[in-house]
């Protein structure tokens, strides 16, 4: 953990980014959502950022009651589903009846 702490407004400072939103906000018809955008940008590059370590680590700490669901959906989208479904199969395979599986001993 970096030890950062965050408010509820992120700010950055935006240069050619913010001239160039100013701008496709002028020439889009109807004018362009800049929050939005910047909330849609953040996310996708939060999702960028994780490998799948990350992934994982985070999806520990949503599955132990850590992070609410809406953070570990910001950061895994639908791979936490994906996980959920995962994990669900790995513990039900975990409880079946493996003596089934074995072969004869005379190779049958």
Known sequence: MSGSSYDETIQFRAGA???AAKLLDEVHIGGVNVSELARTGLVEMLRRSLDEQDEIAVYERYSRGEIDEDVARVLLGEKID???AEK???ESAMERDTSTFLADSDGE
């Open 17 to 19: 980014e913010k001239e």
């Open 88 to 90: 669900d199969a790995f």
């Open 82 to 84: 994906q996980m959920e």
